[in-house]
């Protein structure tokens, strides 16, 4: 069974653009929550879908956002980019929510 | 202010010995806990993972243990190889909500 997959792996924007990223689940899979990861936070919950609903959406300003399509296939966009933007974004997903929750390689987004 | 960057505990052990991974959670009302292990340049990689009506679960060379008395987890591996190298952090979540993670463990494999 294929893994958690995500595009692109690496990306490079300026300040001011937007960008969107995409996580395709594990096949079944209809939870598909987003982390940002940095050094100096660690992991940090974005948000959570769950048959294209959010469930749950953690501490991060409207700039984020995200969706999920009716093949769970969820993707999230981020606005207005800004430095502190720059940090890998990972993709997890599962069968039910918050639930033996698998994560993708990652986009590791750099903002100039 | 100034943003102060995480300082990952650290842990190194010779190969072939055992390591144990420690990790302190926040919410005594969590019960359902993952270990996941990463590596340089990869997402974080589900290991093992237990849930609050159970103190021990064993995998293969992992041992999870929980205490629920002082929120205490902790991840035994045994006969530790150079492959394990990675950081180590320690999930949480009560039922409905997010996960969240700890700040992780460094583990170096002496060889």
């Known amino acids: 069974k294929a893994g958690v997959t995500q595009t692109p792996r690496y990306l490079i924007k300026t300040r001011g653009q937007q960008v969107t990223l995409s996580c395709s689940p594990i096949s079944g899979h209809r939870s598909v929550s987003w982390y940002q990861q940095t050094p100096g936070q660690g992991l940090q919950f974005l948000f959570e879908y769950f048959s294209e609903t959010q469930r749950n959406k953690g501490n991060f300003p409207g700039r984020f956002s995200g969706r999920q399509f009716s093949n769970s296939r969820s993707e999230m966009n981020v606005s207005t980019l800004e430095l502190g933007d720059s940090a890998l974004y990972l993709c997890?997903?599962?069968?039910?929510?918050?639930?033996?929750?698998?994560f993708g390689p990652g986009t590791r987004l750099t903002v100039l | 202010g100034e943003s102060v960057g995480l300082h990952l505990p650290t842990l190194s052990v010779q190969e072939g010995d055992n390591s144990i991974i420690n990790c302190a959670y926040s919410n005594s009302a969590s019960d359902y806990f993952i270990w996941y292990k990463q590596e340089s340049g990869k997402g974080p990689q589900f290991i093992i993972d237990i849930r609050s009506n159970m103190d021990k679960r064993q995998g293969q060379r992992v041992t999870v243990l929980l205490n629920k008395t002082v929120k205490h987890l902790s991840l035994q591996i045994a006969a530790t190889q150079p492959g394990d190298s990675a950081v180590y952090f320690c999930?949480?979540?009560?039922?409905?909500?997010?996960?969240?993670f700890g700040t992780g463990t460094s583990l170096t494999v002496i060889p």
């Open positions: 997890a997903s599962s069968l039910i929510s918050y639930n033996e929750q698998f």
């Open positions: 999930a949480e979540n009560e039922a409905g909500n997010q996960f969240y």
